[in-house]
């Protein structure tokens, strides 16, 4: 349920000599959105959970982000920070969509607000290390005694079993232990990891589908459900074909930089101010490219009759067509490929990006209102659903900016309650 229905109900504690209500009144949390009636603890931090949680607030959750007094390590994870060096943008790039509250949880009085929390609850994503939150009384075993129903997802670096269980995981250990590191950088060069956490966001988007395949699993049955989502499982998963032919032709991978190992050309190429990619997939898109370039006759030459020849004769055809490339700006070759059959674009600065005139014509990036900056840009969903809503609708939170909402309408707790909480220094 999404409020506080206290009709024929009436729950009481006696503070400061008195009766006061604990439960206060309705209070309706209601989003637009496809998961409007859905309500999330969050409990992580950094960035595979929060992308996770993120994008069920993206789609009308009600998102609970809860932290320490602390707050969320990611938050100073700069510079760049937000006005006043209070929240790194780092941060803010993961956790719209979300009210934040802070709480000290091992206090009994946080344990007993995180047990109110979990009631209210459909969903709980956390990503301590294993047997943490078991320890602090807050696991899965104790929460699904006080709400049964709950989704319990929990995102760790190696997993709840096996000798790395108590290991941190971070991005990078991922990608070196998954083999993403080994095969990636240019030819005969060293490891390099990728410009941007995508372990993470892989996990985080695994763990957001095995949710929604849970709720949907208890919308049939009743049942909730724990949800374990591993950092360095996800990473071997997404390793496809480079796994797969090493488990079933001993085949270890090569670094190709942009090249492709089973693909030629499809790559990088260096033009007079920059580099264009292009890939051809077939003999169709690679007789397109020839004759766009002026070198028709590589068509029909036996070198590169087809892809599989072209693979064996890589480095002369990558010389040939890369003498052709550097002689035009990227600017020239994107309008000689513009109605081109083969995939084919600039390697952009994210200047460059966000000047695109698809990228505005899409209305991707998003300006919210935010209590400090005024107002802050974001990247928002890339989805879009016909019907139901997926939006940026929030900036991030600042640290601890709706304690006092959810626990006075969220929780429906007595304004004495509030401030004792407060005073106790269980909440900030």
């Known amino acids: 349920m999404r409020s506080v229905n206290i009709f024929g109900v009436f729950m009481c504690k006696y503070i400061k000599g008195s009766f006061e209500p604990i439960l206060k009144r309705k209070y309706s949390t209601k989003t637009p959105g496809l998961l409007s009636d859905i309500n999330v603890l969050d409990l992580t931090r950094v960035i595979a959970g929060p992308f996770c949680t993120m994008?069920?607030?993206?789609?009308?959750?009600?998102?609970?982000?809860?932290?320490?007094?602390?707050?969320d390590e990611a938050r100073k994870w700069g510079p760049p920070f937000v006005h006043n060096n209070k929240d790194s943008f780092y941060f803010m790039s993961v956790n719209r969509n979300k009210k934040s509250i802070c709480i000290d949880f091992k206090s009994v009085e946080g344990k007993n607000l995180m047990y109110d929390l979990a009631r209210k609850c459909d969903v709980m994503v956390e990503n301590f290390v294993p047997g943490k939150l078991d320890q602090l009384g807050l696991g899965y075993d104790?929460?699904?005694?006080?709400?049964?129903k709950l989704i319990y997802c929990a995102i760790t670096g190696f997993g709840p079993t096996g000798p790395y269980a108590q290991k941190p995981g971070y991005d990078?250990?991922?990608?070196?232990?998954?083999?993403?590191?080994?095969?990636?950088g240019e030819r005969n060069g060293n490891p390099v990891k990728p410009g941007v956490a995508i372990t993470d966001i892989t996990t985080g988007l695994h763990a957001f589908g095995a949710i929604m395949t849970a709720l949907y699993h208890r919308k049939n049955t009743g049942k909730g459900q724990k949800i374990d989502c591993n950092l360095l499982s996800t990473q071997i998963s997404s390793m496809i074909n480079i796994a797969n032919a090493y488990l079933n032709c001993g085949i270890e991978p090569q670094r190709w930089g942009t090249a492709h190992s089973n693909i030629v050309p499809y790559q990088a190429f260096k033009t007079k101010d920059g580099e264009i990619v292009i890939g051809t997939g077939s003999n169709a898109q690679f007789a397109d490219l020839c004759k766009l370039i002026g070198r028709e006759s590589l068509i029909n030459d036996e070198r590169?009759?087809?892809?599989?020849?072209?693979?064996?004769?890589?480095?002369?055809?990558?010389?040939?067509?890369?003498?052709?490339?550097?002689?035009?700006?990227?600017?020239?070759?994107?309008?000689?490929?513009k109605n081109a059959s083969f995939p084919n674009g600039p390697v952009n600065t994210m200047k460059d990006v966000f000047d695109d005139e698809h990228v505005k014509a899409i209305e991707l990036v998003k300006e919210l209102p935010h209590p400090d900056a005024g107002t802050v840009k974001v990247v928002g969903p890339p989805t879009v659903y016909s019907a139901g809503?997926?939006?940026?609708?929030?900036?991030?939170?600042t640290l601890g900016q709706h304690t006092k909402d959810i626990l006075s309408n969220f929780l429906g707790y007595h304004e004495a309650k509030i401030n004792d909480l407060f005073d106790k220094k269980v909440v900030r």
């Not at 994008?55 to 707050?71: F, H, N, Q, R």
């Not at 250990?173 to 990636?184: D, Q, S, V, Y």
Request: hydrophobic letters at 40%.
């Open 389 to 397: 809503g997926n939006s940026a609708r929030s900036a991030p939170p």
């Open 142 to 148: 104790r929460l699904r005694k006080i709400n049964e």
């Open 55 to 71: 994008t069920l607030g993206d789609l009308g959750a009600y998102v609970i982000k809860v932290e320490s007094l602390d707050g």
């Open 172 to 184: 990078v250990i991922a990608a070196a232990m998954g083999g993403l590191l080994n095969a990636t």
């Open 304 to 337: 590169f009759k087809d892809n599989s020849v072209r693979v064996k004769n890589r480095d002369e055809l990558i010389e040939i067509i890369s003498k052709v490339i550097e002689t035009r700006t990227k600017k020239e070759w994107m309008e000689v490929f």
